[in-house]
């Protein structure tokens, strides 16, 4: 195998796919980077046999062929050559010679033959989305995605496909983040899938090459292929698609409807950046609980710990009884950093009842949004 390469698209390619490798020491050949040239393209591919990435950048193909080489490695090596044009050329030992003007490199690699392949998807669901919708989408809920080991069906974003709408859910059981967006769906395409987080970050990683994702799934994995537009033009030299394949998380994932309140609740409509950096303020001096006191045309934000106290106040639109309650403020500004609209409603109650954030359901492309923050009891 013989190719030339821009420095700079080899790098692009590397850093694309180099997070999906584990820390298996079991298997070494998963900790390389599949490296086939062909057809005017050098096609890299990983896997952690959970997770595998793939993704194509163009170059100069004097000699077809294909090798494994230690990806991190290989990363660092390209990211510091000096020239622009790198060449690599692979002999029958399975050893790579890496060079530009001036520098030499020598990385002992794998045979090929022994890569596990990604896996092909049989009897799979398919849809076509809008990457910036999915993208924003899957930002506006992720972070409340559990950390906890023990609830392991809790550590991802659910994907429910049903009759006539998207929705996107994550929850670690103190919030709920729910997101979805209108759409048909034919009967016999109708399904759900946690998406594991790990997954999730790499898609919110995916470079801006392409408007389409193909999102295709069956019950035990899922697989995004972002198609490259422009490819001419394209940052990076990426060409064809980037292909992400995933086993999804087994379980079900619990009934989070029961969890959203039904009760009447007092409803204010706040800026939401306002708020972001009043919580934020605030939280200077607490990061434990901030209290929010909400009376007519007015929002005051209080932090108290034995730092201090601080207190915020912002102007609302409200009307209505007087209320105190009292939050974790990373839950609040979470959600407030991770959407984009303006204006958000925030439904409340008491001290006892959990907050609400909500983004209007009539806006443009027929999304929305909401979050349930459980309170933190005031003694």
Do not use: W
Not at 28 to 35: G, H
Not at 41 to 66: F, H
Not at 308 to 323: F, K, L, Q, T, V
């Amino acid at each position: 195998m013989k190719f030339k390469i821009n420095r700079d698209h080899f790098s692009s390619g590397l850093q694309m796919v180099t997070s999906v490798v584990g820390a298996r020491k079991t298997m070494p050949i998963l900790q390389n980077v599949l490296i086939e040239a062909k057809d005017g393209l050098v096609r890299l591919t990983t896997t952690n046999l959970d997770l595998g990435a793939r993704c194509s950048v163009k170059a100069d193909i004097e000699t077809e062929g294909s090798i494994t080489l230690p990806v991190k490695e290989i990363g660092r090596i390209v990211r510091e050559l000096a020239d622009i044009e790198v060449s690599v050329e692979v002999s029958d030992l399975a050893k790579a010679t890496i060079s530009t003007r001036g520098s030499i490199f020598n990385v002992v690699g794998m045979d090929s033959k022994e890569f596990p392949p990604l896996p092909e998807l049989e009897g799979k669901k398919e849809f076509t989305l809008e990457k910036k919708e999915i993208i924003s989408m899957l930002k506006s809920v992720s972070y409340a995605q559990s950390v906890n080991e023990e609830r392991y069906m809790l550590k991802g974003v659910f994907f429910q496909f049903s009759k006539d709408k998207l929705s996107l859910v994550a929850t670690d059981g103190r919030r709920l983040a729910v997101t979805t967006r209108d759409m048909k769906v034919g009967e016999e395409y109708e399904g759900e899938f946690i998406l594991p987080s790990l997954t999730v970050s790499e898609m919110e990683k995916l470079p801006d090459i392409g408007t389409k994702i193909n999102i295709s799934f069956t019950d035990r994995q899922v697989a995004f292929e972002l198609k490259v537009e422009n490819e001419d033009e394209t940052l990076g030299g990426f060409k064809e698609t980037v292909y992400l394949v995933s086993k999804v998380v087994e379980g079900k994932y619990p009934n989070y409807k029961q969890v959203i309140p039904k009760d009447d609740f007092n409803h204010a409509l706040i800026e939401r950046e306002l708020m972001q950096e009043c919580v934020h303020r605030a939280a200077l001096v607490s990061d434990e609980k901030v209290t929010l006191r909400i009376k007519t045309g007015e929002m005051e934000i209080t932090g108290q710990s034995v730092v201090g106290d601080a207190c915020e106040s912002m102007p609302i639109n409200y009307d209505g009884e007087e209320a105190a309650v009292s939050f974790n403020p990373r839950f609040l500004l979470d959600p407030l950093k991770s959407i984009t609209k303006d204006k958000l409603s925030l439904e409340f109650r008491d001290d006892m009842s959990p907050g609400v954030f909500k983004v209007n359901e009539a806006e443009e492309n027929k999304l929305s949004f909401l979050c349930v923050v459980m309170p933190i009891r005031t003694d």
